[in-house]
């Protein structure tokens, strides 16, 4: 059985115990190079989770029947590898257990409500940003391409004005969020989710 966790917005404090209880049971986790750094005691075999999903998908397929976590960032089916797996697997061959998203995180930290939100990513595409900006409340998944200062550029470019709530490094001892203007975006910033708001 192929089993995806979605293992939070980092710190492991936000696991649930169903995500605790998988990892703990697991003959084999796959993930990224700081997930498994986190959770590969015990002398477990890993997999790296890298770019090459075909090949990622060719050796879970032959490795199925084995107790195989695969670890997610945030929510698995939140702009996540879970997308993927669903797609490629059946119920009775993966089991997704769901976990804590940045967005919900942010949201929470900030006491914004996620009702009517629009969520996004920016992660290996081109955002529609018309599309986008046409709602009044979004959270994007960022990149290191598409990030605040390019949401900040468009909406200028568009003279549009929002309210731009970036979270850094969520849930990790150097956690910052901010709430700027579009004016106010700095060129850069680490690991991040956006939520853009009209105040109007």
Known sequence: MI???GIGPGDTQHLTPS???AIDQAEVLVGGKRHLATFSGH??????LDADLLGLLEWLDNHKQRAIVVLASGDPLLYGIGKLLAANFNSDELHIVPG??????LCAKVALDMNDLFLTSSHGREPDFD???QHDKVAMVTDGI???RAIADALHQRGLVRTLIIGENLSQPNE??????????AAR????????????
């Open 19 to 21: 995500a605790l209880r």
């Open 100 to 105: 804590i998203s940045a967005i919900q995180y």
């Open 146 to 148: 598409i990030g605040p």
């Open 3 to 5: 089993t995806v966790v």
């Open 176 to 185: 910052r969020i901010h709430r700027l203007s579009v004016e106010q975006v």
């Open 189 to 200: 910033y680490e690991m991040n989710v956006v939520v853009i708001l009209n105040e109007r």
């Open 131 to 133: 599309w986008i900006f």
């Open 43 to 48: 002398g477990r075999e890993t997999r790296l």
